[in-house]
């Protein structure tokens, strides 16, 4: 009976153990998912800044030059031109 109890603990315990090491691999898979995910988003973010900085500056450009033909048009006396 005692050799039972011996072999039954020291299957559970390499069954633990066994356990321990498998969610401990999910684990670190889980986490190098993460930081692929995190990496990807981070550049993806800079893209999508650097695109709104160069929309930015357009539209800096654009509305100078709104600007300057609105002043033409109110430009009753004709000076500026």
């Keep these: ?3 039972l109890a011996v072999v039954t603990g020291g299957l559970l315990l390499v069954g633990g153990t066994v356990l321990l090491v498998v969610a401990d691999q999910q684990r ?3 986490l190098d998912e993460a930081r692929a995910a995190v990496v990807q988003a981070e550049e993806q973010l800079d893209a999508t800044r650097a695109e709104n900085y160069r929309l930015a500056e357009r539209l800096t450009a654009l ?7 609105d002043a033409q048009l109110e430009d009753t006396t004709g000076f500026l031109e």
Excluded: G, K, N
């Design 63 to 69: 509305r100078a030059t709104i600007a300057e033909q």
């Design 1 to 3: 009976m005692r050799a």
């Design 28 to 30: 670190v898979e889980a």
